[in-house]
């Protein structure tokens, strides 16, 4: 079975410092793994994916995400946090059997101090 | 294409009473998901479809729920009777099916509230 496991419920960090929000994964199967962003009352944008390509992957906004396998991890980092990075960030596993069925973490919440 | 269209974007409704979300995925994808967002259990998959066929619905949580897709153009969550606990921001989500490496496109959630 897959699942995946974010390892902070809330991260908070000062403008202009680095971001890591950790995310480690369960998955009998080569995965596809996604992290998405989710603003305050709005829906859910996708920041970046690993389909088993480059193992650092580079998404929307400033934000990169790296696949160890050795580590089952795919922590999404930023090096300069930006006040609109405030949000919620989801990682997500797919299993690639599994017709695209996506398994969501339970999220951290990204908070930016000015 | 404007993106995965859900509707209604608020609902109130009493207890007891019937619900209906409706969806429309982007054209073309082959998956459609039914999330469910709650404070206290975070994004939980309800079910999902491939090709209008429900694939799995392990995550719909008892009976007064239900789920269709008649046609790729739509899709509803029906929950019959209503109660308090079901409140909560409702997503629907397509996906092309090709290669299954890709993401999911997500609409912009019902927001739903049983009084």
């Known amino acids: 079975a897959q699942s995946v496991t974010q390892l902070d419920s809330h991260v908070s960090v000062s403008e202009g410092t680095p971001v890591l929000l950790r995310c480690n994964y369960s998955?009998?199967?080569?995965?596809?793994l996604f992290w998405y962003v989710q603003h305050p009352n709005k829906g859910l944008q996708l920041l970046l994916k690993?389909?088993?390509?480059?193992?650092l992957v580079k998404g929307i906004n400033g934000f990169e995400a790296e696949f160890k396998k050795s580590e089952t991890s795919f922590h999404l980092t930023k090096p300069s946090a930006h006040m609109s990075d405030a949000a919620e960030y989801f990682c997500?596993?797919?299993?690639?059997?599994?017709?695209?069925?996506?398994?969501f973490g339970q999220g951290t919440e990204l908070s930016v101090k000015p | 294409d404007a993106g995965v269209i859900q509707s209604p974007r608020h609902e109130v409704t009493e207890m007891g009473q019937e619900v209906t979300l409706r969806c429309k995925p982007i054209?073309?994808?082959?998956?459609l998901f039914w999330y469910r967002q709650t404070m206290m259990r975070g994004l939980e998959l309800l079910i999902y479809?491939?090709?209008?066929?429900?694939?799995?619905d392990s995550g719909m949580p008892e009976d007064r729920f239900s789920a269709k897709m008649p046609n790729a153009s739509f899709s509803t969550l029906k929950i019959q009777p209503s109660e308090p606990r079901d409140s909560a921001v409702y997503f629907c989500a397509s996906s092309p099916i090709q290669g299954m490496n890709t993401e999911a496109f997500f609409g912009q959630g019902t927001r739903l509230t049983v009084v």
């Open positions: 054209s073309g994808h082959n998956s």
């Open positions: 998955s009998s199967y080569s995965p596809s």
């Open positions: 997500v596993v797919s299993e690639n059997n599994q017709g695209g069925k996506l398994i």
């Open positions: 479809f491939n090709n209008n066929v429900p694939i799995d």
């Open positions: 690993y389909t088993s390509a480059a193992t």
